[in-house]
């Protein structure tokens, strides 16, 4: 069975621990990656932890507070949230 990093040389990816682990500049950062519709689970948050773990929909950005308002399922309202809480 050929190891990871010969697999993944055959696909041209990076091998884990090859010192080419970096995203390549035109990677898209996280926090692109989240937007209007999308379904996500709230994580890390320290303030209030019972919110940990609660799902909902994104329904909007506060640019002026660089959060997103997420539509919680379980009837708890809409909150807001950093990316990477979510």
């Not at 909007?60 to 990316?83: D, H, P, S, T």
Request: proline letters at 5%; aromatic letters at 8%; a positive charge.
């Amino acid at each position: 069975m050929p190891s990871f990093k010969a697999f993944a040389a055959l696909h041209g990816e990076a091998a884990v621990g090859t010192g080419n682990d970096k995203a390549p500049a035109s990677a898209p950062k996280a926090e692109t990656e989240l937007r209007i519709g999308c379904y996500v689970k709230v994580i890390n948050i320290k303030a209030r932890p019972e919110i940990n773990g609660a799902e909902g929909y994104i329904s909007a950005f506060n640019k002026e507070k660089e959060r997103w308002q997420v539509e919680l399922v379980n009837g708890g309202g809409a909150e807001l949230f950093k990316a990477i809480n979510l």
